[in-house]
């Protein structure tokens, strides 16, 4: 090969070299609005399914001749958006699920590292802790009746002792998987016991800690809903309950659909804080 042709391959190299990364920015850019359509779909095709079985009064083995097709639960739900009560009962749920999982949130983190750092803390609330956990928090519900004065504080006290417990047991287990070498290169460099946990130990639990902030925020909401049916006067669980006592099954379903989109936000907030607070992790990673 000659100068002259070496100088060539040279040049067309770094020339089409960065061409593939562009070409595939290109087509990641124009796949983008799809994207966005993707979690949409399955949406679209559950309501298109719901309503065929529904309108062929189809029974196979399950009776949906006797379920609510999606335009009855629609009209149901405007109706409710309309009356002005169905805000009441949203801001009562989102009110008491916001309340117990804020106080379980510090709770959780603070127990959790107590226990995951220190052994004095393991040994004095880890079995006391693994006693209480498999207790389901709606068996409670007689407890928190006689406990406390009114219905609305026991609800609150049985959310937050429902999403305890992931709080805490996810925040034990990033304690215990920080690699040592963390904290003995802070302690290297200077840093005192606080700084070695509030600037190396929490930021570096942070990812599993949000993971079970997550999970928390789920069972949080079952539970409330749970409560709020047997022992509540409002909230969309004590609206959903009385519209099955009513014989209204669309307003069943409906008072079902609304819980799931205020789970779904609250858990939405949880990611995008998540993301936020983990900005120092890759992207793919958040």
């Not at 509030?198 to 079970?212: D, K, N, T």
Request: hydrophobic share 55%; with cysteine; proline share 6%.
């Amino acid at each position: 090969m000659t100068t002259t042709d070496a100088r060539v391959r040279a040049a067309t190299d770094t020339t089409t070299e960065p061409a593939a990364p562009a070409r595939e920015r290109a087509v990641g850019q124009r796949l983008r609005p799809a994207r966005h359509l993707l979690p949409v779909l399955p949406v679209l095709g559950a309501v298109l399914a719901w309503h065929v079985v529904t309108e062929m009064d189809l029974i196979a083995w399950l009776r949906f001749d006797k379920l609510p097709g999606p335009l009855d639960v629609a009209a149901s739900l405007r109706r409710q958006l309309e009356s002005g009560v169905f805000y009441e009962h949203m801001v009562a749920s989102l009110r008491r699920i916001l309340s117990g999982f804020a106080i379980a949130a510090v709770l959780g983190v603070a127990a959790g590292m107590a226990i995951g750092r220190s052994r004095i803390a393991a040994a004095l609330l880890r079995p006391l802790l693994e006693v209480a956990r498999p207790i389901p928090a709606i068996a409670l519900v007689p407890i928190a009746i006689l406990l406390f004065p009114t219905s609305e504080q026991g609800i609150v006290f049985i959310t937050c002792f429902a999403a305890f417990f992931p709080v805490t047991v996810s925040t034990i287990h990033a304690m215990k998987a920080l690699p040592q070498v963390w904290t003995d290169a802070a302690r290297t460099l200077g840093a005192n016991r606080w700084q070695v946990l509030f600037h190396v130990v929490l930021p570096g639990a942070m990812p599993a800690i949000f993971s079970g902030l997550s999970v928390g925020m789920g069972v949080a909401w079952i539970c409330v809903i749970s409560a709020e049916m047997i022992s509540g006067q409002f909230g969309v669980g004590y609206w959903t309950w009385m519209s099955y006592s009513l014989l209204d099954y669309a307003g069943v379903v409906t008072g079902m659909l609304t819980i799931g989109a205020l789970g779904y936000g609250t858990a939405w907030v949880i990611e995008r804080v998540g993301r936020r607070v983990n900005h120092w992790l890759p992207g793919e990673a958040r």
